[in-house]
């Protein structure tokens, strides 16, 4: 069995802007880079969310986000300092970092990040968000808010947002 | 560190009923409310669903399910009693009610519900799902259910439902 | 309280494959099957997605992927023999499949696989991903993989795979 992990490689890379249109639809992607400080930390995208959407000039339509990595995931929850705190605790609980996972081990992995914890972690909250735009803005709760939780940081991280849609 | 969550606050509030159209795609959205009787329970509304789905008109697209809530989750899953308890059973023995979580703690959060664990659990399910339309009908098999599991009731619950698609 | 599931049936069996343009967008959707050998088993479809993103030949757009079943789920991960070995691990110290679960017990379940564990650890994982295109190509990060996760092999599995966008 091979120690190495299956990489994914796109003829081109991913341009930073795109944009198609046909027949009053519009599809434009964007890329954006979030810079975290800690190995584990949560990040409020909301506010940039919703101005790329405002940007976008789309009234009805949905926006698409995607975390580039495999450890960088992005969820929806509250944002408030003492929940967020909870939330780190309750993923430190769920997965323990030293744990003797093979993911770690060198006689089973050419990864030298002794990551394995934040793999898993990311199992729990995924990498991807697909939500609702109407009216020109992106469809939220009152206390919702897009949640970026970085799980092997501190890094520079890649996400691309897609908004499609009719004026 | 502020004791307050952020709150999310749109220009304009969510319309009830939403319509465009572009030579041939139709996006629709509606808001519905779903009212449940305890703290935790499981809702399934495929039903509802497909009869939206039937209604919209739209042969090959896709529904967008979003629920308006922190507490409120969406999944697949079959919809069996037993299951069912399992359910509930395993989202509280991955998130004890009574743990020192900060979020309970008024010295740290101005949130009165004690609702760490609804949070918590949240993270797991997951908050919306994005379905595929396929022949005028929703893409489901032959065990799946469309299900709402209520983390933080009894509340009466918004969704937002939105169908594109091609007639 | 009945021991059955809910059965989801639609009018009409979904086609094998479907297609639907209008003034330059196209819907096409396809149904593949994937066989699994074992009880639980991670297979890496990654591959076989951007084979058919790209026969589809739309440049920008959406590729969406179901799981028609409740235990055979799809996440988005890094694919490595020991990082796999960790997530049946992880999957198996999340649910005890030994555990008292009524939905195996045949005074509350009509359901003769014995299969609660399956079902609460697709809980975790999730039944669906929607991935964007953008160049003709799936946006992935370079340590990406599409995940099928088989939680009650060995089984034939159906997904269904959709994809939408502008030439």
Redesign the interface.
Known sequence: ????????????P??EV????????T?H?ETIVISTDDRIEVV?L?ERIMAFVKRLRI????V?L?????TCTL?????????V???KR?LEQ??ARDDE???N?PD??D?DRMN?DS??R???????????V??G?????????ILLAELDGPRAR?L?I?G???V
Chains 1, 2, 3 share one sequence.
């Open positions: 069995m091979s120690k190495s992990s299956t990489v994914t490689v796109r003829e081109m991913i341009s795109t944009s198609a249109t046909t027949a009053g639809l599809i992607g409020d909301a009234r009805e339509g949905i698409s995607w975390s580039m990595h495999t969820f929806i929850n509250e944002f408030q300092g003492a929940l705190s909870d939330m309750f769920m997965v996972w093979l993911h081990d089973h992995s990864c394995a793999h898993l990311a199992l729990l909250l995924g990498h991807s968000l697909t939500l609702q109407s009216g803005e992106v469809v939220l709760g009152q206390w919702q808010r890649t691309r897609q499609w849609g009719i």
